[in-house]
């Protein structure tokens, strides 16, 4: 589904993420400005209602495997208006990732297909972060799993593909 295919409203819903995230990102260059932070959330809880409709945004914020999730995002939010913005960012960001962590590898994998991003995705350090981050560990011993056949004129006897192809490429 591309951008034009949405509704008005939901097109306002991807614009007020948008503004969320820069009035989030604003309020922590500005040392945790109560303020930036407070706007920013209002509208990413409007902007998320927005894209998904009400009644599908409550049951996303109420399922039983989110609701620590919407508990601790909420509650970040309260402690933010209450003046407490650091403990209040900290909960915000444990209920943001509890809520949206399952989305975590699609967005990373995006952001690898982005010709800047992949690059700094891939730099040592930050690529064994970012894929334990992705749940995809050590890529290289999935990649190496070798596949088990049996050849058809001799049922009896097995053949490891993956090792037959690697004693080829040795010769």
């Known amino acids: 589904m591309a951008f034009w295919d949405l509704s008005d409203s939901q097109r306002m819903g991807i614009g007020l993420i948008g503004f969320a995230f820069f009035f989030i990102l604003l309020g922590f260059a500005l040392f945790f400005d109560r303020a930036l932070l407070a706007l920013g959330n209002i509208f ?8 998904l409709g009400l009644g599908r945004a409550r049951t996303f914020f109420v399922q ?3 609701l ?15 003046r407490w913005p650091i403990v209040g960012v900290i ?13 975590l590898p699609v967005v990373i994998s995006v952001t690898r297909s982005i010709p800047g991003f992949g690059l700094i ?8 972060f970012i894929n334990k981050l992705e749940g995809t560990g050590n890529r290289n011993s999935a990649s190496k799993k070798s596949v088990v056949t049996t050849i058809p004129s001799n049922p009896s006897k097995s053949v490891n593909i993956g090792q037959e192809l690697g004693s080829r490429n040795m010769k």
């Open 121 to 128: 995705l891939s730099l040592p350090y930050i690529s064994t």
């Open 68 to 82: 620590t999730g919407s508990a601790c995002f909420f509650a970040g939010i309260a402690l933010l208006l209450l």
């Open 64 to 66: 039983p495997d989110r």
């Open 44 to 51: 990413l809880i409007v902007g998320v209602i927005l894209l």
């Open 91 to 103: 909960f915000e960001i444990i209920g943001f990732y509890k809520l949206f962590g399952g989305f």
